[in-house]
C-alpha cells in the first residue's frame, strides 16, 4: 500500500465553479498509484467541492442561481466581518461539502461520462483556494 498527498493551488474568479478535474486527473497519473482511494480536502470555509455535470454550462449557470435564492446575501447576517458574502459562504459551503472521496481505477479517478470535479467558490472576490489530494492505494 503507498500513499501520495498533494497541494493544488486554484485561482477563483469570484462565486462559482471553477472546474479542476484535469490537474486532479494529471496529478493521480503522476503518482503511480493505479488502484485506490483519492481524498479531496478544502482548507476553507466560504468555498466547496463538488461532482457536477461538465458538459452544459447552463447547469453550472441554475446551480449559482439557486444558491443565490436558497441563501441570499440580502438577509441581514450577525456575522458580516468580511462583507455581506462572508455569512452566506459560510452557510454555501456548509451545505455542500468541504471535502470529496473518490475511487481511483487503472491510475484514473473514477467519474462518470458527463461528470467534472469542481472547486465552489462562494465569495465575491476573486480568492487564491488550496485543495489538498490524497492518495492511497497500490
Same mark, same amino acid.
Given at each position: 500500500?503507498? !500513499?501520495?498527498? @498533494?497541494? +493544488?493551488?486554484?485561482?477563483?474568479?469570484?462565486?462559482?465553479?471553477?472546474?479542476?478535474?484535469?490537474?486532479?486527473?494529471?496529478? $493521480?497519473? *503522476?503518482? /503511480?498509484?493505479?488502484? /485506490?482511494?483519492?481524498? %479531496?480536502?478544502?482548507? @476553507?470555509?466560504?468555498?466547496?467541492?463538488?461532482? !457536477?455535470?461538465? #458538459?452544459? =454550462?447552463?447547469?453550472?449557470?441554475?446551480? #449559482?442561481?439557486?444558491? *443565490?435564492?436558497?441563501? =441570499? *446575501?440580502?438577509?441581514?447576517? $450577525? @456575522?458580516?466581518? *468580511? /462583507?455581506?458574502?462572508?455569512? =452566506? #459562504? @459560510?452557510l454555501r459551503s456548509m451545505l455542500t461539502d468541504i471535502q470529496l472521496t473518490i475511487p481511483?481505477?487503472? /491510475?484514473? =479517478?473514477?467519474?462518470?461520462?458527463? !461528470?467534472?470535479?469542481? %472547486?465552489?467558490?462562494?465569495?465575491? !472576490?476573486? &480568492?487564491?483556494?488550496?485543495?489538498? +489530494? &490524497? %492518495? %492511497?492505494?497500490?
Open positions: 500500500m503507498r !500513499q501520495a498527498f @498533494h497541494r +493544488l493551488t486554484v485561482d477563483t474568479r469570484g462565486k462559482g465553479l471553477t472546474m479542476i478535474t484535469r490537474p486532479i486527473c494529471d496529478w $493521480v497519473n *503522476e503518482t /503511480g498509484i493505479s488502484d /485506490g482511494l483519492l481524498t %479531496l480536502w478544502c482548507r @476553507h470555509t466560504s468555498a466547496s467541492l463538488t461532482v !457536477q455535470e461538465n #458538459a452544459d =454550462p447552463t447547469v453550472r449557470r441554475d446551480i #449559482a442561481d439557486f444558491f *443565490e435564492d436558497l441563501v =441570499p *446575501e440580502s438577509r441581514r447576517y $450577525v @456575522h458580516d466581518d *468580511e /462583507g455581506p458574502d462572508d455569512m =452566506p #459562504a @459560510h481511483v481505477m487503472d /491510475g484514473r =479517478p473514477v467519474l462518470g461520462t458527463w !461528470q467534472g470535479i469542481y %472547486l465552489f467558490e462562494h465569495r465575491r !472576490q476573486p &480568492h487564491r483556494r488550496e485543495i489538498v +489530494l &490524497h %492518495l %492511497l492505494g497500490e
